[in-house]
């Protein structure tokens, strides 16, 4: 367990997102406020991490950063932005997945070292992060926070080699697992993304002839960016005042493991991955889902919003109708108090309200994205009884999460996940549906444009085939408890 309070009343069942990185590169002559353009850029990818925000920029000169605890919009006053000047900056907003939410671990990182100073935010998880740690120590550089990011930005800040290109490949080979950087030093921007690619990354082009990489394409459009093409597995792009260098992967090509689940749940439904609108694989998943799971029912609702599109997808399918059955409170925000268990009920409550008109005496079919622990689905279930509905279907598109994520998503561990050792019937039974019905893992891959062996995506949270070799089972704190415990 996290030692920093939890969430609660907002905590829905749903794994958490994990970051959102932003990267803005504007023509030095013309612009200073490379900040502000980052702090739009990180408003759009809020759903990634509400526990912190950051941004780091440079004017050539130096580079000055500030973090702070909560989400974009409080975490930022005009003034700060204005601390903030230059034509360089790069931003992070955080769900912790290594280390605690406390304020010290928020990004961008700063790290001192040979090469210069540079400021890091990093999306994703790696998993030798402590051998990592040690080889620091043996070249006498300490880290002073948990976290894996700030690994990486000490080993990139001294890594060897004349170029950033150069240093970027010592990284790549030094470290393994998931990561989707960005990293700003005083003259130059620098996007990374793991040979895997296992966390997104674009690249978008301003039309003043400045650059942006960010973790969705939707963070451009928000910003009047250009979508240019996603980073590609292991390249690293260096952008300075001569322009874009694409660093080619400097590893044998490694097999590509995109996370599935950005495209089941992540990603914001206007962003493209992997060169597919995200609504568009969730209404596939959708429609494949009521291929799989038929039932005879009145009407189609979702769990709003992650399975909005899906639920427009099965009804299509199905030609049941699809209608707004649930309603989310668009302003339930997180939260530090600790409800007892009278007040965890109201919590669902408190973020979903059912429209009885809609579902009194209906059969329906409720579309949600994933059932991980399967703490909020029955009290769904129940929501939607109490407001008059005759029968629940739940269908879900995903497959039974089993495994835990190694590589930036917190989800649970093994033995939290409701379909641990339970067959399906015995889920349906527990969250009180009539029936239930997951997406199978082959139609996942099938709707996110992968073939039905999974190559290019990363489902092990379902098949337990991490494409990356797992040496230790690893939680969030573990590499902050050796910290404190001074070994
Ligand atoms: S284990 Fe699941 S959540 Fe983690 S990267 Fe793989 S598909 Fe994504």
Partial sequence: ??????????????????????????????????????????????????????????????????????????????????????????????YSTTGSSSALNAQP????????????????????????????LEWGVSTTTGTDSEVIAHLLAWAPGETWGERTAYLMKSIKGAYSLVVATKDTTIGIRDPHGVRPLCLGRFSNGGW??????????????????????????????????????????????????????????????????????????GAALAKEHPVEADVVISIPESANSAAVGYARASGIPFELGLVKNRYVGRTFIEPDQRFRDLGVRNKFNPLPEVLAGKRVVVVDDSIVRGTTTPRIVQLLKRAGAAEIHVRVCAPPIKNPCHFGVDMATKDEFIASGRTVDEIREIIGADSLGYLSTEALHDAVGGDSTGSRFCDACFTGNYPIPIQLQMDKLSLERTLTQGE
């Fill in 1 to 94: 367990m996290d030692d920093a309070p939890r969430f609660a009343l907002d905590e829905s069942d749903n794994p958490h997102d994990e970051c959102g990185v932003v990267g803005v590169h504007l023509p030095q002559a013309t612009d200073s406020d490379a900040a502000q353009v980052a702090f739009y850029g990180l408003y759009a990818l809020q759903h990634r991490g509400q526990e912190s925000a950051g941004i780091a920029a440079s004017d050539g000169r130096t580079l000055r950063n500030f973090t702070n605890v909560g989400l974009v919009s409080n975490a930022f006053r005009q003034e700060d932005l204005e601390r903030l000047p230059g034509h360089i900056a790069v931003g992070h907003t955080r």
């Fill in 109 to 136: 990182i700063l790290a001192q070292g040979p090469g210069g100073e540079i400021a890091l935010a990093h999306n994703g998880n790696i998993v030798n992060a402590e051998e990592m740690r040690q080889r620091l």
């Fill in 212 to 285: 942006i990489i960010a973790s969705e394409s939707a963070a451009l459009d928000h910003i009047g960016a250009q979508f240019v093409r996603e980073v590609d597995p292991g390249e690293t792009v260096v952008i300075d005042r001569d322009g874009l260098v694409s660093v080619p992967n400097p590893l044998p090509q490694e097999r590509i493991a995109h996370c599935v689940f950005e495209h089941i749940y992540f990603a914001r439904p206007d962003s493209t991955l992997d060169g597919r609108l995200v609504h568009m694989s969730r209404t596939r998943m």
